[in-house]
């Protein structure tokens, strides 16, 4: 594929030039930041469902209560470190170092900003660890690993629940990769490379989230299906399954879990930033008005904004909408988001060629293609829902007028709502249970559910 002009100006040869002590640097300093960032949105979240909730949240320990997540971690690592008497010990202690380790390997080819200067010295250096031809298959492939880590924790357990839990994250994160994937394909046709760096260098005047609008969507919702978050939360429904996959784990090994998740959910929204808003180029097109927002050490701020952008609407989606049933939430990846993502697809590589080689301008025929795409799931999906709701009725009302199931049927003006009616009762009267319908209570003088008090 041949790239876009402004994704080879700089292309890769400014990766593999950096001596040893620098990169070792670079290594320690994406490990502090997911930490520090791990610690933050722990934080973050419980404060933005709180305020969603009329609560306040943490705000005791540390100033607006940001030591409280250090707090929870320092707990976590004194607790009493129990191992069932039924696990598998050796397997039990790797699967929380196999789901953590992937998520943190992922973050090695994410551009954090253009080439800067070293401070201290006169050697120039991009803020990005690495990067290779292939980094975005790099981190797929690098993430899949984490479901082993999942998988091998609900085996070695020795507990049912936990087994169960381990299968039915695997199968949504193994389903839902699927879909993000396939998300991913019309970014590599229109930016004609699979590097990081390169596709951010691609955006510079368009972001593939405007242009890619139904791969945008299709990838934020296979991205919340991939890191098990909310309403997506099957592996962990606390209904059915306990606690999932981590039921019978304490101490550090918890902690690791729960360190993979909200690392797992910064590096889908560091793909997601730098695959379709831009990356580290400033939004809005401020480097019109402002000449330097993208050079030196500034990208580094628009990059971990737009990072927890995306961090909030995880928390949002957390604190509004409820739990799928895990058949919705297959029927939803396997009979919506594949299909859809497939045929956009299609649509993008005919417009890639048609634009190549008949002179059309393709931005606006993605644009205007993506908008039907995006109309036509949506009216399928709801049409689809709306049909379901009706024979479910018609369903109800069978069982109800046949007698098929004991269960009453609903009033004839439909369900009550709002407060219900208050009962008042005659001084000195007594009310006698009897199997009519209440509705006569109110009625002060109705013999038939009332008598004189003999006192």
């Known amino acids: 594929m041949s790239l876009s002009p402004s994704a080879g100006a700089n292309g890769l040869g400014a990766f593999g030039q950096d001596p040893w002590w620098l990169i070792a640097i670079k290594a320690v300093l994406i490990f502090v930041i997911l930490v520090v960032l791990t610690l933050f949105n722990i934080w973050f979240e419980r404060r933005v469902v709180a305020r969603m909730q009329h609560r306040i949240g943490p705000n005791v320990h540390g100033p607006f209560g940001l030591l409280q997540s250090l707090a929870d971690g320092v707990k976590l690592a004194l607790k009493e470190d129990i191992i069932p008497t039924a696990a598998d010990k050796v397997v039990f202690l790797l699967a929380p170092v196999i789901a953590t380790v992937p998520a943190f390997v992922a973050f090695s080819v994410i551009p954090f900003g253009p080439e800067v ?11 990005q660890l690495t990067d290779m031809p292939m980094a975005v298959l790099f981190i797929l492939a690098i993430s899949s690993i984490g479901i082993y880590g999942i998988v091998l924790g609900g085996w070695a357990s020795g507990s049912t629940y936990s087994l169960l839990g381990a299968l039915r994250s695997s199968a949504q994160m193994i389903s839902y990769e699927v879909a993000m994937g396939l998300a991913l394909i019309a970014v590599f046709l229109y930016a004609g490379s699979m590097s990081t760096s390169q596709i951010v260098a691609a955006q510079d005047k368009w972001w593939y989230g405007l242009i890619l609008f139904p791969s945008f969507v299709i ?11 909310a309403p997506f939360d099957l592996a962990e429904a606390e209904g059915e399954l306990v606690g999932g996959f981590h039921t019978e784990y304490s101490s550090l090994k918890f902690a690791l879990f729960f360190l993979a998740e909200y690392i797992n959910m910064a590096t889908v929204s560091a793909l997601a930033t ?12 401020i480097d019109h008005v402002w000449a330097g927002a993208n050079s030196g050490y500034w990208p580094f701020l628009w990059f ?14 957390r604190g509004t909408l409820p739990r799928m049933r895990y058949d919705q939430f297959m029927s939803l990846g396997w009979k919506y988001l594949i299909p859809g993502a497939l045929v956009w697809i299609l649509a993008v590589a005919t417009i890639r060629t048609a634009s190549l080689d008949g002179g059309v301008d393709r931005k606006y025929l993605l644009i205007g293609l993506g908008v039907l795409v995006v109309l036509f799931l949506a009216v399928f999906f709801f049409g689809e829902q709306q049909g379901e709701l009706a024979g479910d009725d018609e369903h109800d009302t069978t069982l109800a007028t046949a007698g098929g199931f004991p269960v009453p049927a609903l009033p004839s003006g439909g369900a009550v709502r709002g407060a219900a009616a208050t009962l008042t009762f005659a001084t000195g009267r007594t009310v006698t249970a009897t199997a009519e319908a209440p509705d006569s209570l109110q ?13």
């Open 219 to 229: 990838y934020m919702i296979s991205m919340v299906g991939e890191t098990n978050r």
């Open 117 to 127: 200067k070293v401070p201290w010295s006169d050697r120039h250096t991009p803020l």
């Open 304 to 317: 971990m904004g737009k990072v927890l952008f995306f961090v909030f609407i995880f928390i949002w989606l």
């Open 443 to 455: 009625a002060e003088g109705d013999t038939d559910q009332v008598e004189e008090d003999p006192a």
């Open 274 to 285: 730098t695959l379709f808003l831009g990356g580290w180029r400033v939004p809005f097109w």
